[in-house]
């Protein structure tokens, strides 16, 4: 139940995007060309990523939402995301992606103790610096994202709603994910 007595107690982001469409559209906007954008990592290492860093955070709400759109891309089998939170080393991840993984997980615990050498080991592994780029912005925003799950208080979906979700993030993306803030399309 969230902690704003006068939101129902399924509510998410969706309250306060609604509360103030001229900050949170273009939020929206931004989270579009992020995550379903052009960029050397595909779709679904994006949510990979944006679920790792939001479960390395301790956010079980933007987790859970996250964690099950990676799962429904395929990028990484059921339960993959919870191993590479417990222990990177083993979890069942492409090996290519451990180095960039690496960098999200310093960057989303202590990012004050990010080094060239972090960076240098993400390009080493052959990630052009978009890839990098859009890691560092993922890892930003599911850290935004966190802030306003945990201070409004907003509980988790569960795992069959946020399975379906997932479908529906997948087919409208991020400005028209909710059937509320959907544009028109074209008259027939």
Same mark, same amino acid.
């Given at each position: 139940?969230?902690?704003?007595?006068? $939101?129902? !107690?399924?509510?998410?982001?969706?309250?306060? =995007?609604?509360?103030?469409? !001229?900050?949170?559209?273009?939020?929206?906007?931004?989270? *579009?060309?992020? $995550?379903?954008?052009?960029?050397?990592?595909?779709?679904?290492?994006?949510?990979?990523?944006?679920?790792? @860093?939001?479960?390395?955070?301790?956010?079980? #709400? +933007? =987790?859970?939402?996250?964690?099950?759109?990676?799962?429904?891309?395929?990028?990484?089998?059921?339960?993959?995301?919870?191993?590479?939170?417990?222990?990177?080393? +083993?979890?069942?991840?492409?090996?290519?992606?451990?180095?960039?993984?690496?960098?999200?997980?310093?960057?989303?615990?202590?990012?004050? *103790?990010?080094?060239?050498?972090?960076?240098?080991?993400?390009?080493?592994?052959? #990630?052009? *610096?978009?890839?990098?780029? !859009?890691?560092?912005?993922?890892?930003?925003?599911?850290? #935004? $994202?966190?802030?306003?799950?945990?201070? =409004?208080?907003?509980?988790? $979906? +569960?795992?069959?709603?946020?399975?379906?979700? @997932?479908?529906?993030?997948?087919?409208?993306? =991020?400005? !028209?994910?909710?059937?509320?803030?959907? *544009?028109?399309?074209?008259?027939?």
């Amino acid at each position: 139940m969230p902690f704003i007595e006068t $939101m129902p !107690d399924h509510a998410g982001p969706p309250a306060i =995007y609604a509360a103030y469409p !001229d900050v949170y559209r273009p939020w929206s906007e931004m989270s *579009q060309a992020l $995550m379903n954008g052009p960029s050397p990592l595909s779709r679904g290492e994006r949510e990979l990523i944006f679920a790792y @860093a939001s479960g390395l955070g301790g956010c079980a #709400f +933007t =987790y859970a939402a996250h964690a099950a759109v990676a799962y429904a891309f395929g990028v990484v089998p059921e339960g993959a995301i919870d191993a590479l939170i417990a222990d990177p080393e +083993t979890a069942p991840v492409e090996p290519r992606l451990k180095p960039l993984l690496a960098f999200v997980r310093r960057l989303a615990l202590d990012p004050a *103790q990010v080094a060239k050498a972090d960076v240098d080991a993400v390009l080493a592994a052959g #990630f052009p *610096q978009q890839a990098f780029d !859009d890691a560092v912005a993922i890892t930003g925003r599911a850290m #935004f $994202m966190r802030c306003i799950a945990q201070a =409004y208080g907003f509980t988790p $979906m +569960t795992a069959g709603r946020a399975a379906a979700r @997932a479908l529906e993030r997948i087919e409208h993306g =991020y400005v !028209d994910l909710y059937a509320t803030r959907r *544009q028109p399309g074209p008259a027939a």
